[in-house]
């Protein structure tokens, strides 16, 4: 495992390797400042060599054609993260910050992920289709080589397995890209694998290092056949535009805005702490954070008083207090522009609680910010548009069902959405109308590794999770088959 201090190397080939260029990228706490240790500041030439690995790992072995193989790998690999799921998850809370108890959430989800992907290697099912007395087709499934997967430090650990499983489960090999803050927690799974024989040496590897440079490299490498992008809708146009050149495949997984409608009959004791949990979970850094609420008028008074009581339980804190419900935002940066989104609220709209940043004691060490409430925010104020990755909560008001479909559908986003009504017609005619890749009827944040995740609009491209999740890490090929008649 990576402890304290520790330099953590790239694994490449099979083996744990220093960058070329000899430098090292320091890893902090952002709830204390404290150095938690250190990551390799990799070249272009690094990556070029794990590419070349994955490639020959990829043509030379039978991972591509042995399903069982696949099979006995992921569920060996899911069975080591579980051995040490403690001890990764407090490296995960002292990097990203987060709670502890989302930290073994979010390891948890991991190894079901490796588990039920475990499972699929086996099933990569394509179809057969008689075409005529003389015809037969077999429509194919196919590994199509190298994925070259960057992931964000948001869901860390989460979002690398995410893409990682079905990847390797389709027969692919991998170079894995991890987010410049959180290399450490990437890093200790891969750690994880490296000892479990089922893998070919080069089928994973893992790089750390500046996103432009590292990333830059594995998009336009001539080697690299897909590019698997979890993070910023502006750096995923940035590498729609990279990749076109060469017409790498692209699954995009990118931002949100996502609303909560609350309808008059909504169950306001479950909504209110399921909306609260959704929004103030990771400190808001969240792709599918409840981020909006859509409130009808006849209840909105009380639905503003009810979520400011609820986020006023919130005890902000480092992540590793048992008593902390929320931690700090990952870094400086962030932190930055949070306040400055809060800045524009408090000019826009009605600030209903938080808004600053904490400060004092223990706070002034880290990047704490007050959970934050607007209320009355027009559909044109940049809070609403743009998405804060914060603890930034902003609620709009409607009138009818009309209105709220088209507040829930005002951005450019399109990843999430949540219903609250006891009418089930309204809740399926509306759930259809919100252009969003998952809705959650009465509910929030429920997520499996079976069920297909993704977005609409400029939320991404393609689906993650599930049969689908599985099948955008394959070709499909038709083979035709002549048959003689006699
Ligand atoms: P980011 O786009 O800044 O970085 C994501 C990854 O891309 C990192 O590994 C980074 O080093 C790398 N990168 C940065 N610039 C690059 C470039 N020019 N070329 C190639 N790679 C580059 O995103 P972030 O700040 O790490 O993550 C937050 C964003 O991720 C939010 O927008 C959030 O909504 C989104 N996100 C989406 C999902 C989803 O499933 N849809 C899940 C989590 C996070």
């Excluded at 037969?136 to 995410?162: C, F, H, Q, T």
């Excluded at 209110?272 to 949990?277: E, F, G, L, R, Y």
């Excluded at 207090?321 to 700090?328: A, I, L, N, R």
């Excluded at 609680?353 to 409430?373: A, K, V």
Aim: charged share 25%; proline share 4%.
């Amino acid at each position: 495992m990576t402890t304290s201090t520790e330099v953590a190397k790239n694994y490449i080939c099979g083996e744990w390797k220093e960058a070329t260029t000899g430098e090292t990228i320091k890893s902090k706490n952002p709830a204390t400042g404290q150095l938690i240790g250190e990551s390799q500041k990799s070249s272009a030439e690094d990556v070029d060599y794990a590419i070349k690995g994955a490639k020959t790992a990829f043509e030379s072995t039978d991972w591509r054609l042995n399903s069982t193989r696949r099979a006995d790998a992921l569920m060996k690999w899911a069975m080591e993260i579980s051995k040490n799921k403690d001890e990764i998850a407090r490296l995960l809370t002292m990097e990203n910050g987060k709670i502890l108890k989302e930290s073994i959430m979010e390891l948890n989800a991991c190894i079901d992920t490796l588990k039920y992907f475990s499972g699929l290697a086996r099933n990569v099912f394509g179809r057969s289709i008689s075409l005529s007395a003389t015809s037969y087709g077999i429509i194919d499934k196919e590994p199509i080589g190298v994925v070259g997967i960057i992931s964000p430090w948001n869901w860390p650990a989460l979002l690398m397995i995410r893409e990682a499983a079905p990847a390797l489960a389709a027969g692919n090999a991998i170079i894995l890209k991890p987010a410049s803050l959180t290399p450490l927690v990437s890093i200790a799974l891969v750690k994880c694998l490296a000892k479990i024989e089922e893998f070919p040496s080069g089928m994973v590897n893992i790089v750390t290092g500046p996103g432009k440079l590292i990333g830059d490299e594995i998009v336009t490498h001539p080697d690299v056949d897909v590019i698997s992008f979890t993070g910023d809708t502006t750096t995923g146009k940035t590498l729609m535009k990279k990749a076109a050149d060469k017409m790498k495949k692209l699954a995009l997984e990118l931002g949100g805005k996502s609303p909560n409608i609350l309808f008059p009959d909504a169950d306001l004791s479950k909504a209110i702490p399921t909306i609260t949990n959704s929004i103030f979970i990771t400190a808001g850094q969240m792709c599918f954070a409840g981020t909006r609420v859509i409130v009808h008028e006849s209840i909105h008074k009380q639905v503003v008083e009810r979520l400011k009581v609820e986020a006023e339980k919130i005890i902000v804190g480092n992540g590793l207090d048992d008593t902390t419900t929320m931690g700090p935002v990952v870094s400086q940066s962030q932190l930055n522009t949070v306040l400055q989104y809060c800045e524009i609220g408090k000019r826009e709209a009605n600030l209903v609680i938080g808004g600053n940043r904490l400060t004092g004691g223990e706070y002034d060490s880290g990047y704490f910010i007050q959970p934050t409430i607007f209320d009355q925010v027009p559909s044109d104020s940049k809070i609403i548009q743009e998405e804060i990755f914060g603890p930034v909560l902003a609620i709009q008001v409607f009138k009818d069902e009309k209105e709220a479909i088209s507040l829930a559908n005002g951005t450019r986003f399109g990843l999430a959405a949540g219903v609250w009504t006891k009418e089930i017609d309204r809740a399926i005619r509306v759930a259809k109308q919100v252009k969003a890749g998952t809705v959650w009827i009465n509910t929030y944040n429920k997520n499996y590794p079976q069920t297909e995740f993704g977005g609409y609009k400029e939320s991404g491209l393609g689906r993650t999770r599930g049969l689908e999740g599985l099948m955008e890490y394959t070709e499909t090929k038709h083979i035709n088959i002549e048959i003689e008649n006699r």
